[in-house]
């Protein structure tokens, strides 16, 4: 089944430290592939998202992401993490053909320490 | 410009009633879809509807229903409720149908006693 892994639950930084979410998606086909963000008594919103081309992309507020094929991957990176970093952040895949059907994982919930 | 606007924001339901829940979505936007939220999960797709027509379906039982409006508003409509529905249902608005790149409302919180 098309799924999407993400393999923190909770991860709790330091204001400066680096962060690096993972994400993993079961398919090998096309995909489309996005990091979405939830900040405290907001909305979703989206951070940042690839379709093709350079498999590193960039996105809001200063995060990144690498896509890896063989690896199935999508993480999600920034250098140094601020304390408005604090939020709960989802992968999403779009499988070829799916239209707008965006598969989520479970999020990961990100604490940043002032 | 209004994001995407959800109602009612809470509603609290018991076993066996009916919920209609409704959409707006951002001016512009025809493509409308639903998303239920269950707590420690990521939203999980239920509808797709673009142009007034189901452009996709995700696995939930026929109780759940949806529609779209000539002016792209929605309404999910949930038919005998049961405690397992107990959830936070995200509309999302896009230009298209074919992309990921979703508005999302602040969220209907149902809760089934």
Redesign the interface.
Known sequence: AQS?SQHNHHVILSEAASLELGCNYSYGGTV?L?WYVQYPGQ????LL?YFSGDPLVKGIKGFEAEFIKSKFSFNLRKPSVQWSDTAEY?C???YGG??????????TKLSVKP | DA??TQSPTHLIKTRGQHVTLRCSPISGHK?V?W?QQVL??????IF?Y?EKEE??R?NFPDRFSARQFPNYSSELNVNALLLGDSALY?C?S?RS???????????SRLTVL
Request: net charge positive; aromatic share 16%; no cysteine.
């Open positions: 999407v489309n996005f909305h979703l919103q989206l998202k989802f999403a895949v779009i799916s239209q707008g059907n965006l598969i989520f994982g479970k999020g | 994001g995407v493509s879809s998303y420690g999960q990521g939203p999980q797709f797709q673009y452009r996709g995700g995200l999302a896009s149908s074919n992309t990921g790149e979703l508005f999302f409302g602040e969220g």
